[in-house]
Nanobody, 120 residues
Framework: QVQLVESGGGLVQPGGSLRLSCAASGSIFSINAMRWYRQAPGKEREFVALITTGGSTNYVDSVKGRFTISRDNAKNTVYLQMNSLKPEDTAVYYC??????????????WGQGTLVTVSS
């Protein structure tokens, strides 16, 4: 019914930047909160950032001041601008959305993930 497709991952040197995108498509009436999570090798998935419909944001302490989450409600897309990247940011990044369907049912949807590797 709804699909999230992430893009923008890749290999970057420490101190570099990347911008992730996540576009939602399908039987969407509206989207409430949108989030980014990440999972590093051998670790559990962790919350990275959140943005509400109104634009309020929240971040995990380790990325504050370096990452910026934003969204384009007209395009049903959420972004994650990542600056001053560190090797410990290496992970698969997943987007997550709280979607209200055209049927007015509410579901939680996950993307397939995009790999970010920070290495020299």
């Amino acid at each position: 019914q709804v699909q999230l497709v992430e893009s923008g991952g890749g290999l970057v040197q420490p101190g570099g930047s990347l911008r992730l995108s996540c576009a939602a498509s399908g039987s969407i009436f509206s989207i409430n909160a949108m989030r980014w999570y990440r999972q590093a090798p051998g670790k559990e998935r962790e919350f990275v950032a959140l943005i509400t419909t109104g634009g309020s944001t929240n971040y995990v302490d380790s990325v504050k001041g370096r990452f910026t989450i934003s969204r384009d409600n007209a395009k049903n897309t959420v972004y994650l601008q990542m600056n001053s990247l560190k090797p410990e940011d290496t992970a698969v990044y997943y987007c997550n959305a709280a979607v209200v369907l055209t049927s007015r049912a509410q579901i939680e949807v996950w993307g397939q993930g995009t790999l970010v590797t920070v290495s020299s």
